[in-house]
């Protein structure tokens, strides 16, 4: 957001921006969902809904997950919220609270953590690394499970690693969980932007592993490019989502009647743009993983999903120059006009989050110039000193 609020600047100052902060689909939002809002307003669907959202809906997420997953939930189970923040706070505030701590994963997205602060309670972050793929190790997280654990957040795919959890690593997870007595909460914000064909149902693992203290959070944002339109949804035991419910009936009410009639149409819909997007997405990964690994000072692996490559940038800082991957990307906007997430907001030093979610002539051009930036500020290493370095 920040860095948004930066480019708009600049922008409005008439300065030419390369953004890769974005952190949505660049696509329009698919025409069944815009002609149904349309139809809405015409027919004066505009005014309150019930504040748990429109039955049609509710059974739409709900023939969703089941067709996606095989798993079966009832409309008693399900609660549709601004988005899939909405979703993951009134969750944090119905289950979470003073002395409770929450275990998620990091590099992370920072509403995660924030939100557990806001329901009073600690986060407990446990590291992934680079090494590792940011692989999303099961044993380091049921480590880090002491008598105050109330809950885990898991994100996959992971924003901003792209990484993904495995349905066996999320059972191993889930086993402990359901014998502890321990609520598991996964965001799958961006379940269906995943590029191979890889077992993922993780709805699947925690209906069948941990039902009772599972809870599943959804958007419409990222797989319909709706971010705008603000529909997410949370899914999970009935006496869960009435505690979402009520908190959402005293703090925001409904998503609005227009938008709730939107994600109802690309829902139940054909689900080919949702394809097409991640078709596109994928080949703009390899073009960018492509040119920027033609730099061996800049070092990334390619996301398993969402649309973010997170980089290493860490040898270009250090020395008397930059300290931080956030002055980084002061500079890098300065210099260069292009603008990248730091690693800092992710708490992931040393690495930037490209989002690809812009044209292939964006990422052309901005990973030229990301090059250049790194070339002037981190000199290649001399032929001699390799040599040692590789002895
Ligand atoms: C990991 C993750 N979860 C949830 C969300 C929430 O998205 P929204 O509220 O737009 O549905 C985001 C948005 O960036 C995200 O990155």
Redesign the pocket.
């Known amino acids: 957001m920040k860095v948004t609020t930066a480019v708009d600047k600049l922008r409005r100052a008439g300065v030419e921006v390369i953004d890769f902060g974005a952190?949505?689909p660049d696509f329009p939002t698919p025409g069944p969902a815009k002609a149904a809002a349309h139809k809405a307003i015409d027919e004066n669907f505009t005014k309150y809904t019930a504040n748990a959202g429109i039955a049609e809906l509710k059974r739409a997420i709900c023939d969703r997950y089941r067709a996606d997953y095989g798993v079966e939930y009832s409309e008693a189970e399900v609660i549709v919220s601004?988005?899939?923040?909405?979703?993951?706070y009134n969750t944090a505030l119905s289950l979470f609270g003073s002395g409770d701590e929450v275990i998620t994963h990091a590099p992370y997205?920072p509403?995660?953590t924030e939100q557990v602060k806001l329901a009073d309670a600690t986060p407990i972050v446990v590291h992934t690394s680079a090494a590792d793929g940011f692989t999303i190790r099961p044993q380091a997280i049921l480590d880090a499970i002491t008598p105050r654990t109330r809950g885990i957040i898991i994100?996959s795919p992971?924003?901003p690693t792209g990484a993904l959890i495995s349905e066996a690593d999320l059972e191993a997870i889930a086993e402990v969980t359901a014998r502890r007595r321990i609520w598991l909460v996964i965001?799958l914000?961006?379940e269906q932007l995943i590029y191979e064909a890889v077992p993922h149902n993780l709805p699947g693992v925690v209906a069948r592993t941990c039902r009772d203290l599972a809870v599943i959070?959804g958007?419409?944002?990222?797989r319909y490019s709706m971010?705008g339109w603000?529909?997410?949804w949370t899914i999970g035991p009935a006496a869960l989502v009435a505690a979402c419910g009520a908190i959402q009936s005293h703090s925001t009410s409904n998503v609005a009647s227009i938008t709730q009639k939107a994600a109802l149409a690309a829902l139940t819909g054909s689900q080919e743009p949702v394809r097409l997007m991640l078709q596109e997405y994928r080949i703009r990964r390899d073009r960018l993983y492509e040119w920027l690994t033609a730099d061996s000072r800049v070092r990334c692996f390619k996301p398993a999903g969402a649309f973010y490559m997170f980089v290493d940038v860490s040898q270009a800082l250090g020395g008397h120059g930059l300290r931080s991957t956030t002055e980084f990307a002061e500079a890098l906007l300065e210099e260069q006009k292009v603008a990248v997430t730091p690693g800092e907001a992710f708490d992931a030093p040393g690495f930037l989050r490209i989002s690809y979610a812009t044209s292939m002539e964006n990422l052309r051009e901005g990973s030229r110039r990301l090059l250049d930036f790194v070339g002037a500020h981190a000199p290649r290493q001399s032929a001699v000193s390799s040599l040692h370095s590789s002895v």
């Open positions: 952190g949505e601004a988005g899939g923040k909405q979703a993951l997205w509403t995660l994100n992971c924003n965001d914000c961006y959070c958007s419409a944002s990222k971010t603000r529909c997410g």
